[in-house]
């Protein structure tokens, strides 16, 4: 079992910048793929970023990113592998939603090998990010 803890919603303008930090409760796994999704008012729940993060400090050459959050989004590993950054530059109103850490655990995942929302088998319990314009 991998419990996963966000933090760092928030409220902030358009065109500001905020940081959301995830932490996994489990190391067991050789590496995962750690990613963002975010659910806004009456819409699915889509992948934002995602990253494999393995032993070592490692940035996978490619992370996914959405269409919609290239070049102001960027996702990183944090001093672990069980820790993820997302940090949001830029930010524009449609991107206010509930934002939720997830992770395939074993998982390999980059911009070039997809994974699905249903290959993520741990979920956080989301924080909420409101862009006012």
């Known amino acids: 079992q991998v419990q996963l803890v966000e933090s760092g919603g928030g409220s902030v303008q358009a065109g500001g910048s905020l940081g959301l930090s995830c932490a996994a409760s489990s190391n067991s796994y050789s590496s995962y793929c750690l990613g963002w999704f975010r659910q806004g008012p009456g819409k699915a729940r889509e992948a934002v970023a995602y990253m494999t993060t393995a032993g070592a400090v490692y940035t996978s050459t490619s992370p996914y990113y959405a269409d919609s959050v290239k070049g102001r989004f960027t996702i990183s590993q944090g001093d672990t592998k069980t820790s993820l950054y997302l940090q949001m530059s830029a930010l524009k109103h449609e991107d206010s939603a509930m934002y939720y850490c997830?992770?395939?655990?074993?998982?390999?995942?980059?911009?070039?090998?997809?994974?699905?929302?249903?290959?993520?088998?741990?979920w956080g319990q989301g924080t909420q990010v409101t862009i006012s314009s």
């Open positions: 997830a992770a395939a655990a074993g998982r390999y995942c980059s911009g070039d090998y997809r994974l699905d929302e249903a290959d993520f088998n741990f």
